[in-house]
């Protein structure tokens, strides 16, 4: 059964800062992952894709990587923002999405 | 693009009542929809999964009975909750997306925060 463990559980930062975000995951047998924020009560934004044939993905100042044999993946943010500020979840895919309790970010000015 | 609206957003109802919540995907058409349950301070848990023509597969322990999910066409999916009681209680999610799963983001909706009295 997989588990997916998101660390830290939540992070506060002042803005400029760069973050690092991470997921582990303990079945390595995974199509892709997938990164998402979520904005409090509200549904999921998607940020990032990856096969499982991909090392990283970017988009803009996110950068994710995944290392699938040792269940790992990280979500990067440069220069972090207070708009930035929600929670991330990972998400890898084996025949269903399997969703982390997620990191709580707070940028604050 | 790749827009999912789910309505509606909020529903507080009296114990016993039926409760139907829409998924629509707006800009592109969605083989497949997810219903997810989210219960306070927890990840989200899949429900079920929809094709649209198809009868629901439910995830193990939720009631199919009870989770009624209809996927008439392939914009719109509809998740309805019977006789709902306080347990009940969640917010509820959906997700669609398009061509062969598992290669394809799922693109979610904004949820339903369900409050049963």
């Known amino acids: 059964k997989q588990e997916v463990t998101q660390i830290p559980a939540a992070l506060s930062v002042p803005e400029g800062e760069n973050l690092v975000l991470n997921c582990s995951f303990t079945?390595?047998?995974?199509?892709?992952l997938q990164w998402f924020r979520q904005d409090p009560g509200k549904g999921l934004t998607s940020l990032l894709l990856?096969?499982?044939?991909?090392r990283e993905q970017t988009s803009g100042r996110l950068n994710a990587s995944l290392d699938k044999s040792s269940g790992r993946s990280t979500l990067y943010i440069a220069a972090s923002q207070p708009g930035d500020s929600a929670t991330y979840l990972c998400?890898?895919?084996?025949?269903?999405?399997?969703f982390g309790t997620g990191t709580r970010l707070q940028v604050f000015p | 693009g790749a827009v999912v609206s789910q309505h509606p957003s909020r529903v507080i109802c009296k114990s016993g009542t039926s409760v139907k919540i829409e998924c629509r995907s707006l800009?592109?058409?969605?083989?497949?929809m997810f219903w997810y349950r989210q219960f306070p301070k927890q990840s989200l848990m899949l429900m079920a999964t929809?094709?649209?023509?198809?009868?629901?597969?439910?995830e193990q322990g939720v009631e199919k009975d009870k989770f009624l999910i209809n996927h008439a066409s392939l914009t719109l999916s509809t998740l309805t909750v019977t006789s709902a009681h306080p347990e009940d209680s969640s917010f509820y999610i959906c997700?669609?997306?398009?061509?062969?799963?598992?290669?394809?983001?799922?693109?979610f909706g904004d949820g339903t925060r369900l409050s049963i009295l």
């Open positions: 997700s669609a997306t398009t061509g062969e799963i598992g290669y394809q983001p799922q693109h």
């Open positions: 079945d390595s047998a995974i199509y892709n």
């Open positions: 990856i096969q499982s044939s991909q």
């Open positions: 998400a890898p895919w084996a025949d269903k999405l399997i």
């Open positions: 800009d592109f058409q969605a083989t497949t």
């Open positions: 929809s094709n649209e023509g198809s009868k629901a597969t439910y």
